[in-house]
C-alpha cells in the first residue's frame, strides 16, 4: 500500500513535469506539491519495510515537521521561494540518510523534527540575514523605482505557515488530571 501511494506520487510529479517542458512553461512550484514530495521521498527513503500502518501514523507528525520551518521564516518577516525551501529540507534528509543511524531511530519524525531545528540553530541566523539583505535591496530598488511592479504571487512561506498552524490546531487535547478532593492545596 506504501508502496503503492508513493509511485503514484512519482508518476503524477513525473507526469506534471513531462506536461510542462512539452508545453514549454515552467512548472510552477507549490508549497502542497513541494509538501507531498518530500513526504514521498522520505517514505521510499525511511519507511521500507515498516508498513503502511507506521506510514499512515507518522504522516501528520512528519507534514509539520516539513511546515515548521515556514513558521520560523514568517516569525521574522522573511521568504524563501519553493525551490530553496525545498533544496533546504532535502539538505536535512540527505544529512539523515548519509550520517544517521537509521537502526537506533525509534520515532523519525521526532528525529527528523530535531534535525531541522539543529539545522536552523547552526544556519537558521546566516539564511536570514542573507534573505533579509536581499527584501531590503528589492524594496530600496522598488522605492527608487529602478524595478517595475510585477504582481506578487501569493508568499510560499505563508501558505506553509497556515498549513502548519491548522496542522498543530488539530493536536489531541491533552488529558487532565482530576483533584484529588482528599487532599488539601495550599494555593
Known amino acids: 500500500m506504501l ?3 508513493l ?26 506539491g513541494m509538501v507531498a514530495e518530500l513526504l514521498a521521498e522520505i517514505g521510499r527513503r525511511f519507511y521500507q519495510g515498516k508498513g503502511a ?6 504522516q501528520k507528525p512528519l507534514m509539520m515537521t516539513l511546515t515548521w520551518p515556514a513558521t520560523w521564516f514568517k516569525q521574522r518577516g522573511v521568504s524563501l521561494s ?22 537506533k531511530i525509534e520515532y523519525f519524525p521526532g528525529y527528523l523534527q530535531q534535525c531541522v531545528r539543529l539545522w536552523f540553530v547552526h544556519n537558521g541566523e546566516e539564511l536570514y540575514y542573507r534573505q533579509k ?5 528589492i524594496d530600496l530598488a522598488l522605492l527608487k523605482g529602478a524595478i517595475g511592479r510585477a504582481p506578487a504571487g501569493p508568499d510560499p512561506m505563508e501558505a ?14 491533552t488529558k487532565t488530571r482530576k483533584e484529588d478532593c482528599g487532599q488539601t492545596t495550599f494555593f
Not at 506536461?19 to 502542497?32: C, L, T
Not at 539583505?133 to 535591496?137: E, G, H, M, T
Open 53 to 58: 500502518k507506521r506510514w499512515g501514523q507518522d
Open 133 to 137: 539583505s536581499l527584501r531590503d535591496s
Open 82 to 103: 519553493v525551490a530553496r525551501y525545498r533544496e533546504i529540507m532535502r539538505e536535512i534528509v540527505e544529512g539523515i540518510a548519509t550520517h544517521g543511524d537509521l537502526a
Open 3 to 5: 508502496e503503492d501511494y
Open 7 to 32: 509511485d503514484q506520487r512519482e508518476r503524477d510529479a513525473s507526469a506534471a513535469a513531462h506536461q510542462a517542458k512539452r508545453d514549454g512553461v515552467a512548472a510552477v512550484e507549490s508549497p502542497d
Open 160 to 173: 506553509l505557515a497556515a498549513a502548519h498552524r491548522v496542522l498543530a490546531s488539530q493536536k489531541r487535547p
